[in-house]
């Protein structure tokens, strides 16, 4: 706006700044609201089981999955780190690597960047279990404070039947005449157990399907030869329906 519509409005004791300042909020207040009645449809949708579930799911719906800053390094993604760990996946090995090269390129520094890049690779064209094989070594490598801050910042609800169902899926892929993988089974349940450190993981596992927690106690199951029972014990307590 020029100097002189500036003036022309001060002169009519209108304040640009104020007037700015007023429409924003106006407009952040409606979308909070098209945001909040989106959840709420989504909830009754979902057939959430009590009031609070209901109330947390909404109160959460602000949460953006995910910034313009991490959608432009999408497009990088593959270049980054998939040369960091094709001849282990290959080799279908699951041992996580400590090398700095392979570790600076998985870590993600928030749970936007973790989901961004599940996202990413879940839409890759490589072969079914190499793609499940690459999702559990890309969560494997996440600092477990990253982890359990996909749920508390609401993006965990979405991605935990997916990150069920790969487990899964590798675990199905291992020959039956031999063992687990120790290495596969510590990864699994150290991530689970991460999960659960967020005090928004029994609401996303409220929101699994039945099938999706007959998944998850099968996979616990399977996991229990090579594990403590008291962790299985523990983590099987969340997908027990009730």
Same mark, same amino acid.
């Given at each position: ?153 609401? %993006?965990? /609800?979405? +991605?935990?039947?997916? *990150? =069920? &169902? #790969?487990?899964? @899926?590798?675990? $199905? !892929? ?5 063992? %687990?993988? /120790?290495? +596969?089974?510590?990864? *699994? =349940? &150290? #991530?689970?157990? @991460?999960?659960? $450190? !967020? ?44």
């Amino acid at each position: 706006m020029n100097n002189s519509n500036e003036g022309h409005l001060a002169r009519l004791g209108i304040d640009m700044s104020n007037l700015e300042s007023e429409m924003n909020v106006a407009v952040a207040r409606d979308t909070r609201y098209w945001m909040e009645n989106d959840a709420k449809i989504r909830a009754v949708e979902q057939r959430v089981p009590t009031y609070e579930h209901f109330r947390q799911l909404v109160a959460g719906c602000h949460l953006c999955p995910i910034d313009k800053s991490e959608l432009k390094d999408l497009t990088h993604l593959k270049s980054n780190w998939n040369s960091a760990v094709t001849g282990k996946l290959q080799a279908r090995s699951v041992a996580v690597s400590t090398g700095p090269e392979s570790m600076a390129n998985q870590f993600c520094k928030t749970p936007q960047q973790l989901y961004a890049r599940w996202q990413a690779l879940r839409l890759s064209k490589n072969s079914e279990n190499e793609r499940s094989m690459r999702l559990c070594y890309l969560v494997f490598t996440q600092q477990s404070s990253v982890l359990r801050d996909l749920f508390d910042c609401g %993006l965990g /609800a979405a +991605l935990l039947p997916e *990150i =069920l &169902s #790969t487990f899964n @899926a590798v675990i $199905e !892929s291992q020959k039956p005449e031999k063992p %687990l993988d /120790a290495q +596969l089974v510590t990864g *699994i =349940l &150290s #991530t689970l157990l @991460a999960f659960t $450190e !967020s005090k928004q993981f029994p609401l996303a596992v409220d929101l699994c399907s039945f099938a999706e927690k007959e998944m998850a106690l099968s996979l616990l199951n399977r996991l229990s030869a090579k594990s403590n029972d008291e962790t299985v014990c523990s983590l099987k307590s969340y997908f027990v329906s009730l």
